[in-house]
T-cell receptor, first 112, second 114 residues
Framework: RKEVEQDPGPFNVPEGATVAFNCTYS??????FFWYRQDCRKEPKLLMS???SGNEDGRFTAQLNRASQYISLLIRDSKLSDSATYLC?????????????FGQGTTLQVKP | GAVVSQHPSRVICKSGTSVKIECRSL??????MFWYRQFPKQSLMLMAT?????????EQGVEKDKFLINHASLTLSTLTVTSAHPEDSSFYIC??????????FGNGTRLTVT
C-alpha cells in the first residue's frame, strides 16, 4: 500500500463547477499535511497547509480527518487557470523536518 | 519571488558523462536541503537529504556513489549525477525551508541523457 494515495483522475469539469479531491495516508503518526499544485513540467508550489480544524483560502477549502486518515481539497467556482495536478503531501514527522511524502497527484482539467 | 534557485533548468548530456545541478537558497540559510526526482506521470520521490557540513542521507534504493551530494555552505547544495545513463533521465527538484514555514522548491532540472 502506498503511503499517500490519490485518484490520479483526470477530473474534467466545466468552468464554475465545484470539485473535490480526497487523499488517504497510511501512517497514523503523520503530523503535517499540505496540498501542492504542480503545473506541467514545473516544480510543485504550495497551495495550502491543512490544519486539523480545516481551513479556507478563497475558493479553496482543505480538511483533515485524522480518524479516517484522509485529507480533502475542495475547489469552488473552478477557473480555467485551476487546471493543474494537485499533490497531496504528508510529513511523517513534526513540521520541523522537511521529509515529505508525495501522492501521485490528481489532475484537474477545467473546460470552458 | 523565488526563494530557492536551481540551475540549470534543462540539460542534455551524453551517456557516461557527469552532470552537476546546483540548488541555492536565496536570502536565507538552509542547513538542510532535499533532492527529489520525478519520472513522467509519477509522484516526486525523495532521493536524499542534504546536510550542511556533513554527509547526505540517502533514501533506500538511491545509490550514493552515483548521486553525489555536496552541501558546502548554508546556501548551496549540489547534486552530481555521475556516469549518467538514459534511465537517469528525469526531472530533478531540490527544496529547502526557512526556520519555520513550508518547503520551497527550486524550479527543477530536466535531465535528458542520450
Amino acid at each position: 500500500r502506498k503511503e499517500v494515495e490519490q485518484d490520479p483522475g483526470p477530473f474534467n469539469v466545466p468552468e464554475g463547477a465545484t470539485v473535490a479531491f480526497n487523499c488517504t495516508y497510511s501512517n497514523s503518526a503523520s503530523q503535517s499535511f499540505f496540498w501542492y499544485r504542480q503545473d506541467c513540467r514545473k516544480e510543485p508550489k504550495l497551495l495550502m497547509s491543512v490544519y486539523s480544524s480545516g481551513n479556507e483560502d478563497g475558493r479553496f477549502t482543505a480538511q483533515l480527518n485524522r480518524a479516517s486518515q484522509y485529507i480533502s481539497l475542495l475547489i469552488r467556482d473552478s477557473k480555467l487557470s485551476d487546471s493543474a495536478t494537485y499533490l497531496c503531501v504528508v510529513s511523517p514527522l513534526s513540521s520541523n523536518t522537511g521529509k515529505l511524502i508525495f501522492g501521485q497527484g490528481t489532475t484537474l482539467q477545467v473546460k470552458p | 519571488g523565488a526563494v530557492v534557485s536551481q540551475h540549470p533548468s534543462r540539460v542534455i548530456c551524453k551517456s557516461g558523462t557527469s552532470v552537476k545541478i546546483e540548488c541555492r537558497s536565496l536570502d536565507f540559510q538552509a542547513t538542510t536541503m532535499f533532492w527529489y526526482r520525478q519520472f513522467p506521470k509519477q509522484s516526486l520521490m525523495l532521493m536524499a537529504t542534504s546536510n550542511e557540513g556533513s554527509k547526505a542521507t540517502y533514501e533506500q534504493g538511491v545509490e550514493k556513489d552515483k548521486f553525489l551530494i555536496n552541501h558546502a555552505s548554508l546556501t548551496l547544495s549540489t547534486l552530481t549525477v555521475t556516469s549518467a545513463h538514459p534511465e537517469d533521465s528525469s526531472f530533478y527538484i531540490c527544496s529547502a525551508r526557512m526556520v519555520i514555514g513550508p518547503l520551497h522548491f527550486g524550479n527543477g532540472t530536466r535531465l535528458t541523457v542520450t
